[in-house]
């Protein structure tokens, strides 16, 4: 049987905001788009492309920076390294010069009102974020190629059955929860001991342990980003930003002017419940501010829902102890393991199963991770994954004016809490006593994602979003 190989670095992608499935996957797929075109010596052949956006791309594409993403692919500006400052003037360039240069080499004209073209009554079969690109070379021939933007960032050529990292023979494959645990009692490993393995299998470890630092280096450049960023979010929605003000009232209007300093303020500021949780809703808010605002961010497992696993690790680090290498990358790898098993049995993606697929799914990471890392079993730390999902099933993705606004960024508050509450729950419960099984409620999700009305699967046709009157510019 085959297994399906995801890598904790296909789990956590460094990209841009503010959607994983409708900006960055798009991107990624445009880029993917030019690497055949290279690859068959035809770009400075092509003398038109155009965009079809399907489904879900089309009907929150203009909030999500759907059209902004996959002009900047086509470009050949690449989403981990692109200087997110220059998005505006880069598009604004060609929106004014009605001209694209492909892979930033092959120069064709083209206009965004024209050539870019929102379907918002059509859907394609496979998944709801479509995307086609229609392009017409100096010799008259013309081809369409059609891509799938799956969730968290991971994307799918029609006719394709990829989508992940590319197939390697794993010490140790998993495609279930109790397979996981299996694993783990056979060898005596922890869950992100068996990780690491697999890891393994495509790296040497000190390459996983530095990409994985790496990683959460830029998680936490992110949230002292958005602790220290004060302003209005773009889009519309006149949405003020809450985490800037909300770090200066509690650090009593004191600055720190780099990240250690910051974070030993704060240990030092105490423990209570109140002061505690009030700080893990101001590193889940910055970091979904920061996306919110085309910023650089880590899909975990998605960009809507980047706020849960850096706030509960931000917490592990702030207030137990947990300022350690060997415990970040111990949560990280047990983080990747539980939302590999969601990507794998169920779906990450908001189109395809609404906010319990990437609120709920980064909350289970979370919970797991912070499980293992306190200490917990294989079981406990399962467990905790379970608890945490079970508490988000059924839950919607209805954004309001197609913004990942709101209810988004409050929504990674509440996951990042109830993975914290899980966690907690699992290590003082006695797993054999346990009623639900992870997969149980892997298999629960999924089932609700087929039963839920396309309306509530990020389309913006229902819920809040249209229950809350609001008027947003032209775009």
């Avoid at 993705?397 to 966690?423: F, H, W, Y």
Wanted: aromatic share 8%; charged share 20%.
């Amino acid at each position: 049987m085959a297994h399906e190989c995801i890598s904790v670095f296909d789990i956590f992608k460094i990209g841009v905001g503010p959607s994983s499935s409708h900006t960055l996957g798009p991107w990624r797929a445009a880029m993917r788009f030019l690497q055949s075109l290279e690859a068959k010596n035809r770009l400075t052949d092509v003398v038109q492309v155009k965009i079809l956006l399907y489904g879900s791309l089309a009907k929150t594409g203009h909030g999500h920076g759907t059209d902004i993403a996959v002009q900047l692919g086509l470009a050949g500006d690449d989403p981990v390294t692109f200087d997110v400052n220059m998005i505006d003037s880069k598009i604004n360039d060609i929106r004014r010069n009605k001209k694209l240069v492909l892979n930033g080499r092959h120069e064709i004209d083209f206009d965004p009102l024209i050539d870019l073209e929102f379907l918002y009554d059509e859907s394609l079969p496979f998944h709801p974020n479509a995307m086609t690109l229609l392009v017409s070379f100096s010799d008259e021939e013309q081809i369409a190629e059609t891509y799938y933007s799956i969730g968290g960032g991971f994307v799918v050529q029609e006719g394709d059955n990829g989508g992940a990292s590319q197939s390697v023979d794993l010490p140790f494959p998993i495609d279930t929860a109790q397979q996981l645990l299996q694993w783990c009692i056979k060898t005596g490993y922890s869950i992100s001991e068996v990780v690491m393995e697999n890891e393994s299998a495509w790296r040497s470890e000190a390459e996983t342990r530095a990409g994985v630092l790496n990683i959460w280096k830029v998680m936490q450049a992110c949230i002292y980003r958005g602790c220290h960023t004060t302003g209005e979010l773009p889009g519309g929605l006149k949405v003020a930003r809450r985490a800037a003000a909300l770090n200066k009232k509690l650090l009593q209007g004191r600055t720190y002017s780099d990240y250690t300093t910051w974070v030993q303020a704060i240990r030092d500021g105490g423990n209570h419940f109140a002061y505690t949780l009030d700080w893990v809703s101001c590193f889940a808010l910055a970091v979904n501010e920061e996306n919110a605002s085309f910023g650089r961010v880590v899909t975990a497992p998605t960009n809507g829902a980047a706020g849960v696993i850096p706030a509960v690790l931000q917490y592990y680090i702030t207030f137990c102890d947990g300022l350690n290498d060997d415990k970040i990358l111990q949560f990280m790898l047990t983080a990747s393991e539980i939302g590999s098993i969601f990507k794998k049995r169920s779906t990450i993606s908001a189109a395809m199963g609404g906010c319990q697929a990437e609120i709920g799914v980064s909350s289970a990471m979370a919970a797991a991770a912070l499980t293992e890392a306190l200490g917990g079993t294989q079981r406990q730390t399962l467990m905790a994954a379970e608890i945490a999902m079970e508490h988000h099933l059924g839950l919607t993705c209805d954004p309001i004016g197609g913004l990942v606004q709101v209810p988004c960024i409050e929504r990674n508050t509440m996951g990042a809490i109830k993975a914290i509450t899980a966690s907690q729950l699992a290590l003082h419960t006695n797993p054999e006593l346990a009623k639900v099984s992870l997969d149980a409620v892997v298999k629960t999700m999924w089932e609700t994602a087929l039963d839920m009305n396309s309306k509530y699967k990020e389309t913006s046709d229902g819920g809040l979003a249209v229950n809350i009157p609001i008027s947003l510019p032209e775009c």
